[in-house]
């Protein structure tokens, strides 16, 4: 971050605004991946590094308590990278977990930008942030506030999408 940022409870990360009478059903459906933050040095963001840009595809599974998240990874060579995951979720949490990860913990925080959603996930205490939008493109200040986030919750390397390159959502089943 190249600016002085005067951490306060703004910047603090929060679960309050996230509607858990609707959930998990208002994340369904199409996201971009647009940046990413770690704790200095952990190498928690390389994976992300190659990467041009992400567009992620959420859907319910036929069964029950499992989500289906498949994602379009277009690398910056241009070659294209499908993934899948099934996350579990878990009773009235809004806790997630992966399945073939089960040290993997996911945790949802609101954003200031109300069409985007901060996911936090955890893995033998290593931990990064990761901001999705319903949209690939992004307002500055909602970048800039997620950078601030991260930065004073001690997620100092920040990583942004570029998104240069097109992409595609894989909707294949
Ligand atoms: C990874 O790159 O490690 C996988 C991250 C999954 C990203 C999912 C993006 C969609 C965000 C919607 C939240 C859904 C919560 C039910």
Redesign the pocket.
């Known amino acids: 971050v190249d600016l002085l940022v005067v951490c306060d409870i703004n910047h603090r990360l929060s679960a309050s605004s996230i509607n858990r009478t609707e959930f ?1 059903s208002q ?1 369904m459906g199409r ?1 971009y ?1 647009l940046a990413a933050a770690a704790p200095a040095d952990s190498q928690a963001l390389e994976t992300f590094k190659p990467m041009d840009n992400t567009a ?1 595809w ?1 859907q319910e599974s036929t069964e029950n308590e499992k ?1 289906v ?1 498949r ?1 379009n990874v277009r690398v910056k060579d241009g070659s294209c990278v499908p993934r899948k ?1 099934i ?1 579990l979720l878990s009773g009235d949490s809004t806790e ?1 977990r992966t399945e073939g990860h089960p040290d993997r913990v996911t945790e ?1 925080f609101s954003s200031k930008c109300t069409q985007c ?1 901060i ?1 936090k ?1 955890t893995e033998n205490s290593i931990s990064r942030l ?1 901001l ?1 939008s319903r949209s690939p493109q992004l307002e500055r200040e909602f970048v800039e506030d997620f950078k601030e986030k991260a930065f004073c919750e001690g997620y100092k390397e920040t990583l942004e999408i570029p998104q240069k390159l097109g992409n595609k959502v894989s909707t294949g089943v």
Do not use: I
């Open positions: 998990p994340y996201w991946f992620f959420v989500l998240f994602a995951w996350y997630l949802l959603v996911l996930e990761l999705y």
